[in-house]
């Protein structure tokens, strides 16, 4: 950008100006306070230059904000000069207590000085206060004199009204840099109005803000006519926080205007300073975000007197009050779920199965909230979504490409669909005992190998997971672009269900399902477009395979099709009951092909009781990530890059555990950008833009994968025996020598704080266990770390199905017909077991024969299949299954053995195609 010249103040230390924010204000308490105390002359005056300093660094982060506000600041140094020193500690610390307790936002009068110095804006007693509205900011963006600022503040408080929902302040900011640093900074702003006399230039000079504007804005406004500066920000509002209401007043003429694209903006004035219309626009604007249309509906409905006539013995609490035996199930609950609870569809109510009213209305607003062209909610989690995109997609028979490592119930699906099934390999992380993601190499050169076999046609779908459990997100509109080059109408499940909150945080957003449908729908449709691909086709003409391989390919805009499914547990990352999940949808040939198949695979899965309770936390929760997503998030990952931060560079932490940085989790050759770790002590806080905008893959950083091997315990042990048993920390999941933590919005810096001081006593003890041992006991610990950091089976490859199971065998392509060997594994009689011990194994693989899988064998952890129904059994998965030490595997009985086809039933197979066989 050709933003100030000046030079920027770099705070290399201070991962967000929000963490620096909160910082320096703590320290101008601290040294305020001080001066109040009798100090030396020395330290008096060492006390005031540095209130000095802290107040020059607050000043341009102040600018951002609506509290304290401008005036007030500016007191601060005036009460500084004046002397006043007890009157300054006093205005300091209330402020500092209404920013951490938040409570300026209940405060009308937070700008009242008097009450400032004198009382605590937080006074919990005072019962004057009016009834607490919601409260959020306005970000006006003009370049105003003081005078001109002062008045539309005093206008736009004029405007309020008793009846107004909600509060609000104004922020002034001059230009269009400020207004996106304002946006990306400060996340009290839900409304933004931009106003003609904006300038382009900030003259902010903290470097830390201008971490907010990526590059690509940069380049962006390279050439911006002024005349732009006004639409040009609504657009790239619409791109940084698309869920902000945006308001234009311009002097264009309306025909310049109308065709123009201004992003999200609600609506253009024409210069006419109609301040009601305005005040009640910006309140329509976040009514519409805050409307929770299913969750009203069912408040609504408890508060209604019913006589009930049908089941549901609990619905208004009935069958509790009157029991003489389970009122602690009414006392723990309290009425109102019960009031909640009911079978009726009608009443004000509505039905998941067919909505029609403040279901249908809660799923349109989710899907605006998602970016998606239709949402469907589910109260059956994303085991049941996924089942239900995949039914509706794909027929018998379709060839479907899916990640070998995802859950589960894709592989049943593919089952209940009769899919055949290309399965991919993610790259191993065999340090780690876990899985990373699949690369767009092996993606690409399965569906050239299908494509040279001539079955493109029956190839239906890619299925990958992103983000995966442990936090490696993929390159989405790469992979897209790339395999519609190949295969132009192919359908995209992303199996979102960890990802729900991405959309809320503009880095994630990118790297989104629906983010990235929307993106590639607009620019396919774009002139750029088609002559870029006109030049690129005629260069491709003669590609071979390795050279499609290598190169970046496009798809063809006259063939391509945008076809995106993605399915989110809501429950997992943002406020939702458990189970509750969205499916969001952007296909083009939705309606034309889909939605009828879709509607019935909708109707096999879900219940026809779903949980109202659950419907209404989706809507809720959708209205929580809308106003308050975008703080949430960037307070969680703040909260753990520390993590990360404090635990790799404890001295004593760091003795036994380690995070995993982004190198250790992403092979080099995946990182363009060169990006290592988050964090490190000779650069401070990485650049992360570049990676998340280039690289094939990137690190979620709200998921933290701690090694363990350092302090000779095995992932499950530290799991089960030490942090839960003796410290009281959950966590999900493990590998042989690494423990997830995962971050989530409701994660606190307490919690963060709780849970590093548990690895600091957990380290401390470790130390004086090691300073007591014997020399025998100190080298058995030793080969036990050992052991876990190197003695760990590779992970195995998918080996293949077996011919039996595959309708054109031979003829080189990996798919399988797993839905046929499941179903043949019913019959007891075809099936016997072979124990992994000892070499029964090895002597039948010896004598040639095929041991062919009847079932999913799913050791926890790492958690992943590594067996299908019908693959055969390598010696890489005997090896792995025989050095893994955990106790759980799913589809496996040690009594009994792996359990395999018998040689008559495979033989009886292949003589005959398989459809034939099972009927
Ligand atoms: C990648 C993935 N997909 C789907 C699911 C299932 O989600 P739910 O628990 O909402 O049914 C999980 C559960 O852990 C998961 O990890």
């Not at 370049?143 to 408080?157: V, Y």
């Not at 609504?300 to 199930?329: L, Q």
């Not at 025989?882 to 039933?905: C, K, M, N, S």
Request: hydrophobic residues 40%; contains cysteine; proline residues 5%.
């Amino acid at each position: 950008m050709k933003a100030s010249n000046k030079p920027k103040k770099s705070l290399g230390e201070y991962y967000s100006a929000l963490q620096l924010r909160t910082d320096r204000w703590t320290n101008l308490r601290i040294a305020t306070e001080q001066l109040t105390q009798t100090l030396t002359e020395k330290r008096r005056l060492d006390a005031e230059r540095k209130i000095r300093e802290l107040i020059e660094v607050l000043r341009p982060i102040e600018l951002y904000w609506a509290f304290p506000g401008h005036d007030t600041f500016e007191r601060l140094e005036v009460l500084l000069e004046e002397g006043r020193v007890e009157a300054l500690a006093n205005i300091v610390r209330n402020i500092c207590r209404a920013l951490m307790s938040n409570s300026y936002r209940r405060n009308p009068h937070h700008h009242d000085l008097d009450e400032l110095i004198e009382g605590s804006p937080d006074d919990e007693s005072n019962e004057s206060r009016p009834k607490e509205l919601p409260y959020f900011e306005v970000l006006f963006v003009d370049n105003f004199t003081p005078i001109q600022e002062a008045n539309l503040r005093r206008t736009m408080a004029s405007m309020r009204r008793p009846e107004d929902p909600f509060v609000y302040e104004p922020v002034f900011v001059p230009s269009l840099t400020d207004a996106l640093i304002a946006v990306m900074f400060n996340h009290n702003v839900q409304t933004v109005v931009v106003r003609n006399g904006l300038r382009l230039e900030s003259d902010q000079t903290l470097e830390i803000l201008h971490r907010y504007m990526s590059r690509l804005e940069e380049d962006a406004l390279q050439d911006v006519e002024p005349k732009e500066y006004g639409p040009e920000l609504c657009r790239l509002i619409a791109k940084l926080r698309p869920e902000l209401d945006v308001f234009l007043f311009t002097d264009q003429s309306v025909e310049e205007i109308a065709g123009a694209n201004l992003g999200n903006c609600r609506r253009v004035f024409y210069n006419q300073e109609d301040h009601l219309e305005l005040h009640l626009n910006i309140l329509r604007g976040v009514s519409d975000r805050f409307e929770a249309p299913f969750f009203t509906a069912l408040t609504e409905y408890a508060r209604k007197p019913t006589g009930v006539f049908h089941a549901m013995p609990i619905s208004r609490g009935k069958s509790i009050t009157r029991s003489h035996w389970i009122k602690d199930m009414g006392e723990f609950y309290g009425m109102n779920i019960f009031l909640a609870e009911t079978s009726a569809t009608s009443g004000g109510l509505d039905s998941l199965l067919e909505p029609h009213g403040p279901i249908k209305k809660a799923q349109e607003k989710a899907a605006r909230a998602f970016g998606a062209k239709q949402t469907f909610f589910s109260t059956n989690g994303t085991s049941t979504c996924n089942k239900i995109v995949v039914q509706a997609i794909v027929r018998p028979g379709d060839i479907v490409l899916v990640d070998r490592d995802c859950h589960k119930s894709h592989h049943y699906g593919m089952v209940l669909a009769g899919a055949q099934v290309v399965y991919l390999d993610s790259y191993p992380l065999n340090d780690y005992s876990m899985y990373g993601a699949v690369p767009m190499r092996e993606i690409k050169h399965r569906l050239l190998e299908l494509k040279a076999a001539g079955k493109l046609d029956r190839v239906r779908m890619l299925l990958l997971t992103n983000c995966t459990f442990d936090g490696v997100v993929y390159n989405v509109e790469r992979v897209m672009e790339e395999c519609l080059a190949i295969k132009p109408d192919l359908v995209f499940l992303w199996d979102e269900a960890w990802f729900a909150f991405a959309r809320f945080g503009p880095a994630y957003r990118r790297r989104t399902g629906m983010h990235c449908a929307a993106l590639l729908r607009e620019r396919f449709k774009s002139p750029e477009y088609r002559a870029a691909y006109a030049k690129y086709a005629e260069k491709m003409a003669d590609a071979d395979d390795e050279t499609l391989l290598k190169t970046r390919l496009m798809p063809d805009p006259d063939k391509v099709r945008v076809r995106v499914y993605a399915c989110q547990s809501t429950h997992k990352t943002l406020t939702s009951l458990r189970q509750g999940s969205m499916i969001h949808v952007h296909d083009q040939d939705f309606k034309d092909e889909v939605e009828q198949a879709f509607h019935e695979a909708y109707m096999t899965h879900t219940s026809t009781s779903p949980n109202y309770q659950i419907i209404a936390s989706l809507d809720i929760g959708r209205r929580q990530v809308e106003l308050e997503g975008f703080e949430f998030i960037q307070r969680q990952v703040e909260q753990a890059m520390s993590l990360r931060k404090a635990i790799n560079h404890h001295p004593l932490i760091s003795k036994y555990f380690h995070v995993l940085t982004v190198a250790e989790m992403i092979p080099a050759e995946y990182r363009k950008s060169g990006i290592k770790s988050y964090w490190d002590p000779e650069h401070g806080w990485s650049d992360i833009a570049e990676a998340w905008s280039e690289d094939e893959f990137v690190l979620d950083a709200t998921r933290v994968t701690l090694s363990v091997s350092g302090s000779g315990w095995d992932g499950d042990t530290f799991k089960n025996q030490i942090l839960m048993d003796k410290h009281g920390i959950q966590i999900n999941k493990t590998s042989r020598n690494t423990v997830l933590f995962m971050t989530n919005i409701g994660t606190t810096r307490s919690s963060i704080a709780y849970l590093i001081e548990v690895l600091v006593k957990i380290a401390r003890e470790l130390d004086e266990r090691l300073d007591d041992a014997s020399a025998v006991e100190k080298k058995i610990f030793e080969r036990k770390v050992k052991a876990l950091r190197e003695d760990l089976p590779p992970l195995p490859d998918f080996s293949y199905f077996h011919d039996a199971f595959r309708l054109s065998a031979g003829n080189g392509t990996p798919e399988g017909d797993i839905r046929s060997a499941f179903f043949l594994a019913y019959d007891e009689g075809k099936c016997e077991y072979i124990p992994i011990e000892g070499n029964a194994i090895e002597k039948e693989i010896a004598t040639g024969r095929k041991l062919v899988s009847t079932t999913f064998v799913i050791p926890y952890p790492p958690g992943f299949p590594i067996l299908v129904p019908g693959q055969v059994i390598s010696q890489e998965i005997i090896a792995f299954m025989r050095a893994l030490d955990v106790t759980e595997i799913h589809g496996y009985r040690p009594e009994l053995g792996l359990r395999i086809f018998t040689e008559t039933a495979l033989a009886a197979l292949e003589a005959k195609p398989v459809i034939q066989a099972l009927q």
